[in-house]
Every structure is written in structure tokens, then in C-alpha cells.
């Protein structure tokens, strides 16, 4: 069992930056890839980025490229979310998910472990 507790959500004006946490226990935490979903009132949960057990490999969304970076520290059992250049559009909630094994996902059929999610709230 993997237990998963985000941190670093909350409101930001477009433009600005934040950075989520997701703390993970219960597990070898480098035997795991991480990554971010999001989900916004009525529509459906959607894949933002993910690491590879190793943090070698990363895979982001199209929607992200360029402004959000995965990363992960596998001695203190935590991957990072950095946002920058947040839109409106990035509002959501944000839930850390893990895998089994590490190797990086994109679907969230691939998920074992989900954590309660953060909310983001960026306005105009």
C-alpha cells in the first residue's frame, strides 16, 4: 500500500508560479514512477506529467510543454510539480498518482495509488 499526500496548491494570478509536493510512503518510493493528473469541475481527469522510477525519463502533457516541470527526490520520497506561466485554464485539482513499477505512464488505467488531490486556482 502507498500513501500519497500533495501540498502547495492554492490561488495565483495568470502568469505566476507554483510549486505542488507530493509526499509518498509505504512503498520503495524508487520502484514506483510519479506523476500529476488534474481535473476541472465538469470535465473529465486528465494526465499532466509523470517520472520514471529513476527520474531519468520524463513525459508531460502537450498542454504543459514548456511550462511545468516533473521531479522527483527519491531520498526524501517526494516528486515536485514546478508551474510557471499558470493560465485560468490550469484550474483544477491536481492528484499525485504512482505506479506498481517504475516505468513512466501516461493513462490512468496505469494507476495504482492516488493521492486526495490540491486545489489550483489561477485567475485572470
Known amino acids: 500500500q502507498v500513501q500519497l499526500v500533495e501540498s502547495g496548491g492554492g490561488m495565483v494570478q495568470a502568469g505566476g508560479s507554483l510549486r505542488l509536493s507530493c509526499a509518498a510512503s509505504?512503498?520503495?518510493?524508487?520502484?514506483?514512477?510519479m506523476g500529476w493528473f488534474r481535473q476541472a469541475p465538469g470535465k473529465e481527469r486528465e494526465f499532466v506529467a509523470a517520472?520514471?522510477?529513476?527520474?531519468?525519463?520524463?513525459n508531460y502533457a502537450n498542454f504543459v510543454k514548456g511550462r511545468f516541470t516533473i521531479s522527483r527526490d527519491n531520498a526524501k520520497n517526494t516528486v515536485y510539480l514546478q508551474m510557471n506561466s499558470l493560465k485560468p485554464a490550469d484550474t483544477a485539482v491536481y492528484c499525485c498518482?504512482?505506479?506498481?513499477?517504475?516505468?513512466?505512464?501516461?493513462?490512468?488505467?496505469?494507476?495504482?495509488?492516488w493521492g486526495q488531490g490540491t486545489q489550483v486556482t489561477v485567475s485572470s
Open positions: 517520472i520514471s522510477g529513476s527520474g531519468s525519463f520524463t
Open positions: 509505504g512503498r520503495t518510493f524508487s520502484s514506483s514512477a
Open positions: 498518482a504512482a505506479r506498481s513499477n517504475p516505468i513512466i505512464f501516461i493513462e490512468i488505467r496505469e494507476i495504482s495509488y
